[in-house]
C-alpha cells in the first residue's frame, strides 16, 4: 500500500520551545492513523505544517510520493488535503451553505441552489445528516463540527484531518463522528486523527504515530498496542485509569439550591424547581446527556444567569441575587464548560489571568496598582503545579496555548486559590491521561481538605470515578440522587434518558 503522505525528519521551532524534533510520519492510502501525544507535545503544530499554516525550520514534505512545498492552506487544498481544526473556524450568522462555499465561491455569480444541491448530496453520501439552510448558531456544537467536515468534502480532500475533534462532542456525538470517519475512509479517504483519547484510537484507528515532548517515540499497530502500553508510551511513565480515594468525611452544607426555576435562551424554563446539596468533604457528580438544563444550572449559581425563582446559599450566605465578585469572595471557584469564552482572556498574558479573580486586593495589588512581582511568582506556582506549558511561560499569550493547556491553566488557577465550593464543568475535557489522572487526584485533595466540590461532566467513567454521590439530571429535574457503589452506569443511562430506576418514564 503506497504512503499518501510522509512528512520527513521535520524540526519546528518557536521562541523557547522546540515543538517537533526531527518527527517522521508515514501515513498510508484508506487508513485512520492516529497521532497520540501529551498536551503541547506537538501534535497539532506537526499538523499545521502539513496545512501550510506554519513552515517546518527543517524536514520534507511528500504526497503521493511527490516533494511539495505547502505554504498556505490554499496550498493544502490544492494536493486534496483538508483540516477541521479544534476550534471551529465557522461564521455563526451564516447558514451551513454559505459557510461551506465561504472562499470556494467561484465566478461573479452565486449559484447558492446547486451548492446547497451538492451540500445534500455530500451529507447523505457520507451520512452527515445536515441541513444546509440552517444557520450556524441554531446547530449543536455536533452539527456544527459536520459543516467543518462537509467544508472539506466540498472542497474534494482526499486527505482528513482531525485536531482534537472529541474534545467538545458528547458521547453519543463522538460514537456518530467515528462512525462517519469509518464512512469516509470507505469511500477511499485517508483520515490523520490527532487525539489523546485512547479509547478512541482503539475504536477507529489502524495505526498510530506517538509523540512526547516534540520527539517521536514510536508507530503501533493499534489493534495489537494495549491501551496501558500506548499511555505509557505517551507520557513517559505508567498512569492509572482508577481514581484512588477514602471514604468521603463529610460536614455542613456548603452550597444549598432549593426549589430553582431558570429560564433558558428561548424564555421557557431549563431548570425546574430543582432542589440540592453539597456538603464539605464531598463530591457531588450530575449525570447528564448535554443539554438537559446542566449550563443554565451552572449558570445560575454562578451568577451568569438570572434565576427565575427559589433560592441559591452558599455556606449560609444567600447569594441568589449576589454579584459574582461576591460569590467569589465568599468562597466559590469555578472551572467552567467554555474555557475560551468563559475562563481565560486570550489576548492576555498567562499571568495576567492567572490573577484575573484576585487581581484588586492584596498581596495582588496595593493602593491600586498591581504588584506585578508577586503576581509573576504565583502564576509561576500555578503552571508549575499543573504542568502548563507554552513558549514564553508565564508571558505567553493564553490564546497561544494549546487548547488541553488553556484547560489545565483554569484548573490550576481556581484550584490553587482553594475555594470552599469548587464548581468544576468537565474539567479534564481535551486533557491527555496523564493530566486527567493528576486533576483527578487534586479533586480527591481538594475533597479531603474538607472543601465542597460540585462536577459537571458528560464523562459518565468520570462521574462514577470520581463521585460521593450522584445527582441524575434530566429535562431540567433532578430525576434521582444515588451513591456509585449501590448502582451502575447503566441504570444512571437510562435515568438520564428520562426512565426513573422502576423504569417508568418521568418527563
Do not use: W
Not at 455563526?92 to 451538492?118: M, Y
Not at 471514604?247 to 432549593?258: E, F, M, N, T
Not at 479534564?428 to 485533595?445: F, P, W
Not at 474538607?450 to 462536577?455: D, I
Amino acid at each position: 500500500m503506497n504512503h499518501v503522505i510522509e512528512m520527513l525528519n521535520i524540526r519546528k521551532e518557536f521562541p523557547g520551545i522546540v515543538a517537533n524534533d526531527n518527527i517522521t510520519l508515514q501515513v498510508l492510502e484508506g487508513e485512520i492513523h492516529a497521532i497520540l501525544g501529551e498536551n503541547g507535545a506537538g501534535k497539532s503544530t506537526l499538523m499545521s505544517i502539513l496545512f501550510g499554516l506554519y513552515q517546518a525550520d527543517e524536514g520534507t514534505i511528500k504526497v503521493r510520493g511527490k516533494e511539495v512545498q505547502i505554504r498556505d492552506p490554499n496550498d493544502a487544498n490544492d494536493l486534496g488535503i483538508g483540516m477541521v481544526h479544534q476550534h471551529f473556524q465557522l461564521v455563526h450568522n451564516f447558514t451551513v451553505t454559505e459557510n461551506i462555499i465561504l472562499g470556494k465561491e467561484g465566478g461573479f455569480i452565486l449559484n447558492r441552489k446547486a451548492a446547497s444541491k451538492r451540500i445534500v448530496e455530500l451529507s447523505a453520501r457520507y451520512g452527515l445528516n445536515i441541513d444546509p439552510d440552517m444557520v450556524i448558531e441554531d446547530i449543536t456544537v455536533g452539527m456544527q463540527q459536520r459543516v467543518e467536515i462537509l467544508k472539506m468534502l466540498y472542497r474534494d480532500a482526499e486527505i482528513l484531518i482531525f485536531d482534537e475533534p472529541t474534545a467538545v462532542l458528547t458521547p453519543q456525538e463522538i460514537d456518530e463522528l467515528m462512525q462517519i470517519m469509518r464512512n469516509l475512509v470507505k469511500e477511499g479517504k485517508s483520515v490523520i486523527l490527532i487525539t489523546h483519547k485512547l479509547a478512541e484510537i482503539k475504536a477507529v484507528a489502524d495505526r498510530c504515530t506517538i509523540i512526547r515532548r516534540g520527539k517521536l517515540i514510536d508507530v503501533v499497530d493499534v489493534a495489537k498496542t494495549p491501551v496501558a502500553q500506548m499511555a505509557a508510551m505517551m507520557v513517559g511513565r505508567p498512569v492509572s485509569f482508577k481514581v484512588e480515594k477514602k471514604p468521603a468525611q463529610v460536614g455542613r452544607v456548603i452550597l444549598d439550591i432549593h426549589d430553582l426555576t431558570v429560564l433558558g435562551n428561548k424564555k421557557v424554563p431549563a431548570v425546574k424547581d430543582l432542589s440540592l446539596f453539597v456538603r464539605s468533604g464531598e463530591i457531588v457528580g450530575i449525570a447528564g446527556v448535554d443539554g438537559n438544563g446542566q449550563s443554565e444550572l451552572i449558570e445560575a449559581i454562578t451568577g451568569l444567569r438570572p434565576i427565575e425563582s427559589g433560592a441559591v446559599s452558599l455556606d449560609g450566605n444567600d447569594i441568589t441575587n449576589a454579584p459574582i465578585r461576591t460569590r467569589n469572595e465568599i468562597g466559590m471557584g469555578h472551572i467552567p464548560e467554555d474555557r475560551q469564552r468563559r475562563g481565560l482572556v486570550l489576548t492576555s498574558a498567562v499571568y495576567n489571568n492567572v490573577a484575573i479573580k484576585e487581581y484588586y486586593h492584596p498581596p495582588f495589588s496595593k493602593r491600586g496598582l498591581l504588584n506585578i512581582e508577586y503576581l509573576q511568582e504565583y502564576a509561576q506556582t500555578v503552571v508549575d503545579q499543573f504542568d502548563v506549558r507554552s513558549g514564553e511561560g508565564i508571558f505567553s499569550n493564553a490564546g497561544k496555548l494549546s487548547g488541553g493547556n488553556q484547560q489545565k491553566l483554569i484548573v490550576g488557577r481556581e484550584m490553587v486559590a482553594n475555594p470552599q465550593l469548587l464548581i468544576a464543568v468537565q474539567p479534564t475535557r481535551g486533557l491527555d491521561v496523564g493530566a486527567i489522572e493528576y486533576i483527578h487526584s487534586q479533586l480527591v485533595a481538594h475533597r479531603d481538605k474538607g472543601h465542597a466540590v460540585l462536577l459537571v461532566s458528560f464523562e459518565l467513567d468520570e462521574i462514577f470515578n470520581l463521585s460521593d454521590r450522584i445527582a441524575v439530571m434530566h429535562s431540567g429535574k433532578i430525576m434521582d440522587v444515588v451513591l456509585p457503589n449501590e448502582t451502575n452506569e447503566a441504570t444512571v443511562g437510562l435515568m438520564m434518558t428520562g426512565i426513573d430506576a422502576k423504569g417508568a418514564g418521568n418527563e
